[in-house]
């Protein structure tokens, strides 16, 4: 198995609704991550997760909050989004360093009204 | 510091006709390249990867590039275009063994005319 899984594909959500964006991946890779991409532009890293444990958090609002509850196992989860947080949200894998490439889920598209 | 330029922002080629994605990057350390494509709506698929093996280096779908450390220098080549390679494309570089630490371009669009 060589993909990153993410649910759900899309998600409206209110300003005032809680929700989890999920992420799997069963390629044995040890370290995980969210990004969030804008319309036309490039992928901005917000988490980074090695062996299960939260080793980068790029300034991050704190209504994100991210889960790594087991190796193969990633969740972004939101409360009190404002409509700029409106976006595709990716989740990748890599192995522990990362230089060999990071394999990216086909993302989660997010939408805050 | 590490940096990634691609210099076009918009590529349009015909259909049968070959493909020249520019990239040049600055990195302090030996790193690793790549190439990333995005389809309208999709994730990034990894299109090819240099990690100080081979310098042409051979990707998916009949894409290649070929590394120059003296031009500092990344570009994405196939030799003929097809429709579906309508896409948006990333060079990204990353240091090497630095987690987290991918520096992305700010992509080229390609289009492909029939």
Not at chain 1, 22 to 45: F, N, S, V
Not at chain 2, 55 to 75: C, Q
Request: proline content about 6%.
């Amino acid at each position: 198995d060589t993909e990153v899984t993410q649910t759900p594909k899309h998600l409206v959500m209110g300003m005032t609704n809680k929700k989890s964006l999920k992420c799997e991946q069963h390629m044995g890779h040890r370290a995980m991550y969210w990004y969030k991409q804008k319309a036309k532009k490039p992928p901005e890293l917000m988490f980074v997760y090695s062996y299960e444990k939260l080793s980068i958090n790029e300034s991050v609002p704190s209504r994100f909050s991210p889960e790594c509850p087991n190796s193969s196992l990633l969740n972004l989860h939101l409360h009190a989004l404002q409509p700029e947080d409106s976006a595709l949200y990716l989740c990748a894998s890599s192995q522990a360093s990362g230089n060999y490439g990071y394999t990216f889920g086909s993302g989660t598209r997010l939408t805050v009204v | 510091a590490q940096s990634v330029t691609q210099l076009d922002s918009h590529v349009s080629v015909s259909e049968g006709t070959p493909v020249l994605l520019r990239c040049n990057y600055s990195s302090s350390y030996s790193p690793s390249l790549f190439w990333y494509v995005q389809h309208p709506n999709k994730g990034l698929q990894l299109l090819l990867k240099y990690t100080s093996a081979a310098t042409l280096v051979k990707g998916i779908n009949g894409f290649e590039a070929e590394f120059k450390k003296s031009e500092t220098s990344f570009h994405l080549t196939k030799p003929s275009a097809h429709m579906s390679d309508a896409a948006e494309y990333f060079c990204v570089v990353t240091p090497g063994g630095s987690q987290g630490n991918l520096i992305f371009g700010k992509g080229t669009k390609l289009s492909v005319k029939p």
